[in-house]
Every structure is written in structure tokens, then in C-alpha cells.
């Protein structure tokens, strides 16, 4: 069974920073692609970052500049440093990964983590 586990949420105020992790265990053969996730209250999750196996990476225009997303593939673990954060940027913050058991990928999530931006 594979899981996500992500860590590092929290409270912080504008200007802050913030660094998520995110684990995969389990019985995994390879990851593809990894990614976050957000959603805010009453609004649809939508793609923060995400970074391919070969660290080709992509943002959101509104966290462009702020927000970096990095992975060891040693550890299977995917992480997104977060600078100069603003009150728009709370949510819950997900982790999402393509990962290959055996010769079958599936898409993975984690339970969420909570980010929250206010003085």
C-alpha cells in the first residue's frame, strides 16, 4: 500500500515562509511526476507546483517567484519551500504524485496540509 504524507503546514504571517515535505512509502517501483496542490475555503483545489522525475518543473502563475518545488528521489519525497507568502495563500495544501507499483502508475494524494497566511 503506498501513502503520501505531507508535514511542515502551519501558521505564519505575510511575508513569511513556510516549508512543506511530502514522503511516499510503500511498496513503490518508480514516481513520475510529483506535485502540491491547494484549495482555499469555497474554491476548487488547483495545481501549485509540480515537478517531473527529471526536475522539470512548473508553477501557478500567482505563486511564480515565491515558491519553489524540489525533489529527492532517493527519498521519495517531493518539498515546496514557500517565500514571501501572502493571506491568498491559505489553504489546505495537498501532495500529489504518479506512482508506479509493480507495471501499473496510479495517482496518489495526501491527506492535506493546513497553511494558514494572516497577521
Known amino acids: 500500500q503506498v501513502q503520501l504524507v505531507e508535514s511542515g503546514g502551519g501558521l505564519v504571517q505575510p511575508g513569511g515562509s513556510l516549508r512543506l515535505s511530502c514522503a511516499a512509502s510503500?511498496?513503490?517501483?518508480?514516481?513520475?511526476?510529483m506535485g502540491w496542490y491547494r484549495q482555499a475555503p469555497g474554491k476548487q483545489r488547483e495545481l501549485v507546483a509540480a515537478?517531473?522525475?527529471?526536475?522539470?518543473?512548473n508553477y501557478a502563475d500567482s505563486v511564480k517567484d515565491r515558491f519553489t518545488i524540489s525533489r529527492d528521489n532517493a527519498k521519495n519525497t517531493v518539498y515546496l519551500q514557500m517565500n514571501s507568502l501572502k493571506p491568498e495563500d491559505t489553504g489546505v495544501y495537498y501532495c500529489?504524485?504518479?506512482?508506479?507499483?509493480?507495471?501499473?502508475?496510479?495517482?496518489?494524494w495526501g491527506q492535506g496540509t493546513q497553511v494558514t497566511v494572516s497577521s
Open positions: 500529489n504524485a504518479d506512482i508506479a507499483v509493480a507495471a501499473l502508475s496510479k495517482e496518489y
Open positions: 515537478i517531473t522525475r527529471g526536475g522539470s518543473k
Open positions: 510503500g511498496r513503490i517501483f518508480s514516481i513520475n511526476a
